[in-house]
């Protein structure tokens, strides 16, 4: 089958950063599926996983967590799905990625695609979907189905992938959502996503919060940058009041006002389940149907900024390279093999 895989880790730039391959197709036992994959797309942990260091890889490594296809066979203790059926799904980490042409999968980190989507749109969901569903619905406890309607949600990094799907999600639950970007196109977009209100994250967070008449936030989550941004957001949450981030810090995130507030942190990651295939894992499954559902009633737009194609090494790296410069609006996807 094809794939794209490096076997050093190389700046983007080195053609041989990501690298076409043919690689043998994989079969499925227990409860793996196998995909005939369709469209892919690219997340900043693609980009952090490749980073360039000394290792070298034995065998060929395939990133890549987002994906749209068509369910090819399954294994003996497969349920859900059987073959045929179209799938979107972000994969585990600890297992080869999505950049092949055909993928073992678990089932029950499975979706069923939104009927209403093409493949290409399909495959710009579901690790941004599960990573803001998580996020708010589990970690910072916010009930999806309204019963925190009008209360303030403030989201670090509102254009980037997942804070495109988190506004959509946050609306849905009747927050009141006041998303970060800091260029035009940035604020237009997450404005027509339906944030209620836009602020810069290159400027002081207080006094833009204060101009729109408020003084403390109900939940916060950081999606970008959570030590340039940890102090403002410590001083804005409520007391009592929850923060989520999703993004690894490098320094330690002083605690003091967060004790004084009685307020609580807590991390997303979305490849938990996953990673220590917790007895829940299956969530996952449901939250992508559900995302699923709420995209066909329309009531959850695409994300999609960009789609390649096809799918291959030149065109995932330039990709990769697009991310790295971190002013991505939206989801990059890639489409077709050649
Ligand atoms: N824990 C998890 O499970 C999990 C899951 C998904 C992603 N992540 C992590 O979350 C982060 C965001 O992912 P993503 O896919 O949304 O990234 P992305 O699409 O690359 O984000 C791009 C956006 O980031 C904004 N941005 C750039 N610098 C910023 C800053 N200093 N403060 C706030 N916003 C800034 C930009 O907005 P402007 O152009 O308007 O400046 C841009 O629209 C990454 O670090 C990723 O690895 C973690």
Request: no cysteine.
């Amino acid at each position: 089958m094809k794939a794209i895989a490096l076997t050093k880790y190389l700046p983007i730039e080195d053609p041989n950063a990501l690298m076409d391959m043919e690689l043998e197709k994989p079969s499925p036992s227990g409860h793996d599926l196998l995909v005939a994959i369709t469209a892919v797309a690219v997340n900043p942990v693609d980009t952090k996983v490749r980073a360039p260091k000394d290792q070298v890889e034995a065998t060929p490594k395939v990133l890549g967590w987002d994906a749209s296809g068509v369910v090819e066979a399954v294994g003996p203790e497969v349920t859900l799905f059987k073959a045929g059926d179209e799938v979107y799904y972000a994969g585990d980490i600890t297992r080869p990625g999505t950049n092949a042409e055909f993928q073992l999968v678990d089932e029950r980190i499975v979706g069923s695609k939104p009927k209403s989507l093409d493949f290409a749109q399909a495959a710009a969901f579901p690790l941004t979907a599960i990573t803001a569903y998580e996020a708010f619905f589990e970690r910072l406890g916010i009930d999806v189905d309204g019963a925190n309607s009008g209360e303030t949600l403030l989201i670090i990094g509102g254009a980037g992938g997942v804070g495109s799907i988190g506004i959509q999600l946050a609306k849905i639950a009747g927050l009141n959502v006041i998303a970060t970007a800091s260029r035009p196109e940035s604020s237009k977009w997450v404005t027509d996503l339906g944030a209620d209100h836009v602020i810069n994250h290159y400027e002081p967070l207080r006094p833009q919060i204060e101009s729109l008449g408020m003084k403390f936030i109900d939940h916060i989550a950081l999606f970008n940058n959570t030590d340039t941004h940890w102090d403002a957001v410590v001083d804005l949450i409520r007391p009592q009041g929850k923060i989520v981030s999703i993004v690894e810090n490098k320094n330690p995130l002083k605690q003091d006002v967060m004790k004084l507030k009685a307020a609580t942190f807590v991390w997303e990651f979305m490849y938990t389940r996953s990673m220590y295939q917790t007895p829940d894992m299956i969530q996952q499954h449901h939250l992508l149907n559900r995302v699923a559902r709420w995209i066909d009633e329309g009531r959850v737009r695409t994300t999609t900024g960009e789609v390649l194609t096809p799918i291959n090494a030149a065109n995932l790296r330039s990709a990769h390279k697009t991310l790295e410069n971190g002013r991505t609006i939206g989801k990059i996807v890639l489409e077709g093999w050649e």
